[in-house]
């Protein structure tokens, strides 16, 4: 047996176990995939320990190593590529990619001498790829160009390597592409400068790096001896780059529930606020006018009751898909109750706060289409203008909620006639 790989399969096997503990958490494809890569790579190690006595079993596990390393390559490349977000895509550019690249290292394990194997090998795996990024990127052309490039290019570095007799050189060049290729796509994934992304993307640069450079010190400077432990720190880097940018975005995610509702992704009560203090702050500067509206539903109570809550909670994405549609980019439109939102917007006047009310209540004069079931929501709303009804926020929303009610008492239904609905005090 061969122990030198053993430190390193112990610090994966720990490593897998971490990522299987987060995919239970996280059910994302990409920690799905990171999951699979670093079992992947945890089997690469594996099959490096088996100390052979005859060459035909070193070959099968020089194999095994090798076809375990580039299919762990391909899926982190997967991982990170915007479109392969279905699982048919997925198998399909994981085959395009895989099976060129395992055909081309099986020649060159087996010694394979005909230039036209490899040849044929590359060809198709160029072909399959550049294929690919135009049926998914064409819309992007500089992005799909950049990508037909590095792909031409790499085929060209191969079969030059080929050409001059150096096959083995071949699957080198594909090791580091597809590593320098997945730091690329992560970097654009992302686009943030923060621990997390910076590490994993330096450590997929220097784990794609380690390929050429192991290469030229083995043919200029046989005599210096790297320990393996050096080689393999850009993997190590890779995963903790990874573990650090789900915590980003696990902080991310909170501080922006901390403001947003999670199911209409629409501010809540905490930004609403916020955003209506701004609002009269700047109309006291100014001297102009602020609405406040609030809206409530009219029988969506039946709807949850009769549908059940799940299609209530579709009815709400709707409705407020449809209000978010009828605003401007510099109002605010909150979810500010369960089946309650309210909306800040800054006006010339009243007939301008009432016209704008009245597109607001237009928004469900038609019904909701909901999995094939039409579903008619009524709408009350209550309207409060600053400073004629209020010279802050509290006395705003308490003047618009007496509206709201009043509206919603007198039988008002959307689509029933505009009368501004507001409550003086």
């Known amino acids: ?33 990171w999951l699979l890569g670093w079992i992947l790579v945890l089997v690469h190690f594996a099959a490096t320990l088996p100390a052979p006595a005859d060459g035909t079993w070193s070959r099968f596990t020089t194999a095994a190593a090798l076809a375990s390393l580039i299919l762990a390559s391909v899926t982190f490349l997967i991982s990170v590529v915007a479109a392969a977000q279905s699982r048919s895509r997925q198998i399909v550019l994981a085959i395009a990619i895989s099976v060129p690249a395992l055909a081309y290292a099986a020649g060159a394990i087996w010694d394979v001498d005909n230039a036209k194997y490899y040849y044929a090998v590359i060809a198709l795996g160029a072909v399959a790829s550049m294929f690919l990024i135009w049926r998914n990127h064409r819309k992007d052309r500089l992005y799909a160009a950049g990508l ?58 220097l784990w794609g790096a380690v390929f050429p450079t ?16 050096v080689w393999n720190i850009p993997k190590y880097l890779v995963a903790v780059g990874m573990i650090l940018t ?22 809540n009560r905490r930004l609403l606020e916020d955003r209506l203090g701004q609002a009269l702050a700047q ?27 799940r299609v209530g909670d579709l009815a709400l994405r709707q409705v407020a898909g449809r209000l978010r549609n009828r605003i401007r980019a510099c109002d605010t439109l909150a979810r500010s109750g369960g089946d309650e939102f309210t909306v800040v917007s800054q006006v010339s006047s009243e007939s301008a706060a009432v016209a704008f009310l009245s597109g607001l209540e237009s928004a469900l004069f038609d019904p909701l289409v909901i999995e094939g079931d ?33 509206s919603k008492r007198s039988g008002r239904r959307c689509g029933s006639g505009i009368t501004a609905p507001y409550a003086t005090t």
């Open 374 to 406: 039409e579903i008619r929501i009524g709408l009350s709303i209550g309207l409060a203008l600053y400073p004629d009804h209020g010279g802050d926020a509290d006395q705003l929303c308490a003047a618009a909620d007496r509206g709201m009610y009043t």
């Open 283 to 309: 109309a006291k500067r100014v001297g102009g006018k602020v609405a406040v509206l609030i809206l409530d539903l009219d029988q969506f109570k039946e709807v949850n009751d009769r549908f059940g809550h």
């Open 1 to 33: 047996m061969n122990f030198g790989p053993l430190p390193n399969l112990v610090a994966l096997a720990v490593l897998v176990a971490v990522f299987w503990a987060i995919s239970r958490k996280a059910t994302s494809q990409q920690v799905q995939l």
């Open 148 to 205: 037909v490039l590095l792909t031409l290019s790499s085929a060209v570095v191969i079969a030059r390597q080929v050409a001059s007799g150096n096959p083995d050189l071949g699957v080198i060049s594909i090791l580091a592409v597809l590593n320098f290729a997945t730091g690329a796509l992560y970097w654009r994934q992302h686009r943030r400068s923060t621990a997390g992304v910076l590490t994993a993307v330096g450590g997929f640069v």
């Open 214 to 229: 192991s290469a030229l010190l083995q043919a200029f400077a046989p005599a210096v001896q790297v320990d393996s432990e």
């Open 246 to 267: 789900l915590l980003e975005d696990q902080i991310r995610k909170s501080t922006y529930l901390a403001y947003h509702d999670e199911l209409t992704d629409l501010p």
